[in-house]
């Protein structure tokens, strides 16, 4: 990607969002002052009027943003379409670009957002969106979380509220339809969630592969194909682990920092908790698997880190799957090309 000579910086709100533009003279400025737009269908134009009247145009320009969701998404989608370079950044990452002094506002945050695409251009990874099935997978996959969040809610206070000396049946009664309700919408949604996965012969392919692997069921297989679909190829399972949150990195300075070895969990909850499930569960039914889990045991290591292993060694046989495009081999066990050689010649 050439340096582009216009930096744009975007601000988003729900109902607004204010841009700046820097460009490289003889040194880094902000060329005009930041302006606000309304976030709608309505404010868009305006906005690429405006660009287009201070000399920003898609060919030389790049267009940086942070990550907020749904605030950003239309805005996104228009950008592209006009044929504009887009990228979509941390807000984490952008912030910490920056000393934590000074003013805070929607101007200030949208001006060191462009001074951001300036410093780091080089390092931005364009945006382009998810492919629609994907994005409605998504959609479904985050609103089933919601829904049995909402259950397990109703009932916990449940219980509770069956142990109580003064009973309300009315109450106890509202959160069993609650539950019995929302019970109805997970089946649903994982019902659709199949049937659009089996629309592309890709998508149920590469999922028919994933849940042949000891742990893998239809929910982690969906989770694992958006991850697997937008992440950069070739994905390894280092980069898969960091990504997800179950890496352990080493936190020690000098000699009076050593801490243990620990994970950042950041990453996509849902998508960690499935894996610690599945983990759990070929700690418990699988032979190979409990066997290195019952050894690492006895060697005195934490249970809790037993079993992140056990998912690291679950991501390494996903992406082995993946790539090799064959299903899980139960009793596979690799050759040393080397033996093999020295077996075939002493026969």
Same mark, same amino acid.
């Given at each position: ?146 829904? /049995?969040? &909402?259950?397990?809610?109703? +009932?916990?206070?449940?219980?509770? =509220?069956?142990? #109580?000396?003064?009973?309300?049946? @009315? *109450? ?124 690492? /045991?006895? &060697?005195?290591?934490?249970? +809790?880190?037993?079993?992140?292993? =056990?998912?690291? #060694?679950?991501?390494?046989?996903? @992406? *082995? ?27």
């Amino acid at each position: 990607m050439d340096k582009p000579h216009f930096f744009v910086g975007i601000d988003l709100a729900a109902a607004s969002f204010t841009s700046a533009i820097g460009s490289m003279q003889e040194r880094w400025q902000i060329g005009v002052r930041p302006a606000r737009f309304a976030n709608d269908l309505d404010g868009f134009p305006q906005y690429l009027h405006w660009l287009q009247t201070q000399g920003v145009r898609p060919d030389n320009s790049i267009v940086c943003m942070e990550a907020t969701g749904v605030y950003g998404e239309v805005l996104a989608h228009f950008l592209l379409a006009n044929g504009y370079r887009l990228a979509i950044e941390p807000p984490l990452k952008v912030k910490r670009a920056f000393k934590p002094e000074g003013h805070k506002s929607d101007p200030v945050d949208s001006e060191q957002i462009s001074e951001y695409a300036y410093r780091f251009w080089d390092e931005l990874s364009l945006w382009a969106p998810r492919q629609e099935l994907l994005e409605q997978i998504r959609t479904l996959l985050t609103a089933r979380e919601q829904f /049995v969040g &909402e259950k397990s809610g109703h +009932q916990h206070a449940l219980r509770a =509220l069956q142990r #109580k000396a003064v009973r309300t049946a @009315v *109450a106890e009664s509202l959160h069993e339809k609650a539950i019995t309700q929302l019970k109805g919408h997970i089946r649903e949604l994982e019902e659709e969630i199949r049937r659009l996965i089996d629309q592309d012969p890709h998508f149920r392919q590469l999922v028919a592969l994933l849940v042949t692997i000891p742990g893998v069921g239809l929910l982690l297989a969906a989770h694992l194909l958006v991850i697997l679909q937008t992440a950069p190829q070739p994905c390894s399972p280092k980069s898969l682990a960091a990504f997800i949150g179950i890496c352990p990195y080493e936190a020690s300075s000098g000699s009076s920092i050593q801490h243990t070895p620990t994970s950042r969990h950041y990453g996509p909850p849902a998508l960690r908790k499935l894996l610690f499930l599945a983990a759990l569960s070929i700690s418990t039914h699988n032979l190979q698997f409990r066997t290195y889990f019952l050894r690492k /045991v006895q &060697e005195g290591k934490p249970k +809790q880190l037993v079993i992140n292993n =056990l998912a690291n #060694k679950l991501l390494k046989v996903i @992406v *082995a799957v993946v790539r090799s495009k064959t299903a899980f081999i139960p009793n596979y066990h690799s050759v040393n090309p080397g033996r093999l050689k020295m077996t075939l010649t002493n026969s």
